[in-house]
């Protein structure tokens, strides 16, 4: 299947530091790209849909001026967590649509610890 | 988007076969039935995805009856490994719609 990679897979930050969390289809490219939350024992949460060569679509709930979201190209997007906040703290997923059957293929995740 | 309802948790022994059913009652005309495993701290990985009757793959089946309001997933011989949640998600996969996930169900499989 296709591969989508994240980087870092885990980054320790301090409160009111900005964070940037690449996320890569390395084998297919990408129109459009998911940016996931997932908080411990919780299901994963939609933040935004990343387009590429356009403005990130976000999910009710989530400002868009604290999760910059930024998809340049058709392999890479970006999720940059701007002055995070211990709360901040949490598993950060990406995804991407590839395949005869448009399956949705999902990154490692990034552990961010925001101290 | 189309709401789903699986169970919370469900307990297996290796070499069974597990069968857990997704309920989607609303699902639209031109959504897929998708399946996920996530193993912790992991993406959620692809299992299996089909819009009506039965699919099957190398790891499971899919069973989707006439009126598409539920699914079952069946996992035939699991092991600790198949230790997991497993996602139910219905939605179209066309370009950027976007697929929401419930809860999940978090199987359990033990010697």
């Known amino acids: 299947g296709a591969v989508v990679s994240q980087h870092p897979s885990r980054v320790i930050c301090k409160s009111g530091t900005s964070v940037k969390i690449e996320c890569r289809s390395l084998?297919?490219?990408?129109?459009?790209m998911f940016w996931y939350r997932q908080f411990p024992k919780q299901s994963l949460m939609l933040m935004a849909t990343s387009n590429e060569g356009s403005k990130a679509t976000y999910e009710q709930g989530v400002e868009k001026d604290k999760f910059l979201i930024n998809h340049a190209s058709l392999t890479l997007s970006t999720l940059t967590v701007t002055s995070a906040h211990p709360e901040d703290s949490s598993f950060y997923i990406c995804?991407?649509?590839?395949?005869?059957?448009?399956?949705?293929?999902f990154g490692p995740g990034t552990r961010l610890t925001v101290t | 988007l189309a709401k789903t309802t699986q169970p919370i948790s469900m307990d297996s022994y290796e070499g069974q076969e597990v069968n857990i059913t997704c309920s989607h009652n609303n699902i639209a005309t031109n959504d897929y039935i998708t399946w996920y495993q996530q193993f912790p701290s992991q993406g959620p990985r692809f299992i299996i995805q089909?819009?009506?009757t039965k699919v099957t793959n190398e790891v499971a089946s899919l069973f989707i009856p006439a009126d598409r309001k539920s699914s079952t997933l069946s996992l035939p011989r699991v092991s600790l490994s198949d230790t997991a949640v497993y996602y139910c998600?219905?939605?179209?996969?066309?370009?950027?719609?976007?697929?929401?996930f419930g809860t999940g169900t978090q199987l359990k499989v033990e010697l």
């Open positions: 084998d297919f490219q990408a129109t459009t």
């Open positions: 089909g819009y009506k």
């Open positions: 998600l219905v939605g179209f996969t066309g370009g950027g719609n976007k697929l929401t």
């Open positions: 995804s991407a649509r590839a395949g005869q059957i448009n399956e949705q293929y």
